[in-house]
C-alpha cells in the first residue's frame, strides 16, 4: 500500500510528542485517534479504488475526518495550555 496522506504526525508535525503522551494518557484522546486512523485509512482505500465508494460516502467520511482532527486539535491546544 502507497503512504497514507493526513496521518496526525503530518497534521500536526510539532506536536508528535504531545500526540503520543495523550494516546498513553487519556482514553478520549486515544479513542479519537484511532476513530481519525480508522476514517483516514477508509478514505486512502477509497482514493485509490481498493475499496470504492460512492461520491456521497467519500464525501462524508472527509467530513468526519475534519470533524475529528478539529476536535484533536482543541485537545492539543488544550493540552499545552
Do not use: C, W
Amino acid at each position: 500500500m502507497s503512504h497514507t496522506p493526513h496521518e496526525l504526525a503530518e497534521e500536526f508535525p510539532g506536536s508528535v510528542d504531545l500526540i503520543h503522551r495523550l494516546k498513553v494518557e487519556d482514553a478520549h484522546f486515544l479513542k479519537l485517534s484511532d476513530q481519525y486512523h480508522e476514517i483516514n485509512r477508509a478514505i486512502h482505500r477509497a482514493e485509490t479504488l481498493v475499496e470504492p465508494v460512492s461520491e456521497d460516502h467519500e464525501v462524508e467520511l472527509r467530513r468526519k475526518r475534519l470533524a475529528l482532527k478539529d476536535e484533536i486539535a482543541r485537545l492539543l491546544k488544550d493540552a499545552v495550555v
